[in-house]
């Protein structure tokens, strides 16, 4: 089945410092997706993406959809303490089931 | 818009009883999806309905496992005769079918655990 492959698993910076996860595919998605996890909470939408190629941008995060359709990165600016959590990305094919990644942690140092 | 509610946001039960969750979704979101996350791992993909119609269900639903959407508004999921292993988070989403963006958004969860 459809697997993808999220880096790194974990990351530990101080504030201040900019972020990049990347997830890749075995398979196409036509849609991207770049989800954040609080301990206990469900996932929260950050960055929807649905052409290969595009580049996005929410406030301080940038995600970019691979031109092969099959990675996306997310990069995070000027980090804060706030942005602690679990990233993931997921893949999508029209209208089905979405395929996550395993996550990266992200923990800020103060 | 009120988001995505599921309810109980935790339930711990022990084995081999029967458990019941629901998930409300968005008002006017025809697609509801049902996914289980299990600790230091992404969401898995259980099943989904659009309307009341279950359109889809992975192989990870056994057959201890169920879902229904009746009114094509709220869904229950049912887990039968539990067993440790399903022990997780069950999430559900829901999405506007039709739109150009069908992005899902995400309900809280239900932490289930069975002793």
């Known amino acids: 089945g459809q697997q993808l492959n999220q880096s790194p698993q974990s990351m530990f910076i101080q504030e201040g410092e900019d972020v990049s996860m990347n997830c890749t595919s075995s398979?196409?998605?036509?849609?991207w997706l770049w989800y954040k996890q609080d301990p206990g909470e469900g996932p929260v939408l950050l960055i929807a993406?649905?052409?290969?190629?595009e580049l996005t941008s929410n406030g301080r995060l940038t995600a970019q959809f691979g031109i092969t359709r099959k990675d996306s990165f997310l990069n995070i600016s000027a980090s804060i303490p706030s942005d602690v959590g679990i990233y993931f990305c997921a893949g999508q094919t029209s209208g089905s089931r979405l395929t996550f990644g395993e996550g990266t942690q992200l923990t800020v140092n103060p | 818009d009120t988001g995505v509610s599921q309810d109980p946001r935790h339930k711990i039960t022990k084995r081999g009883q029967n458990v019941t969750f629901r998930c409300d979704p968005i008002s006017e979101h025809n697609r509801l999806y049902w996914y289980r996350q299990t600790l230091g791992q992404g969401p898995e993909f259980l099943t989904y309905f659009q309307n009341e119609a279950q359109l889809e269900k992975s192989r990870l639903l056994s057959d201890r496992f169920s879902a229904e959407r009746p009114k094509g508004s709220f869904s229950t999921l049912e887990i039968q005769r539990t067993e440790q292993g399903d022990s997780a988070m069950y999430l559900c989403?829901?999405?506007?079918?039709?739109?150009?963006?069908?992005?899902?958004?995400f309900g809280p969860g239900t932490r289930l655990t069975v002793l």
């Open positions: 398979s196409i998605f036509n849609t």
């Open positions: 989403a829901s999405t506007r079918q039709g739109k150009s963006t069908d992005t899902q958004y």
């Open positions: 993406l649905y052409k290969a190629g």
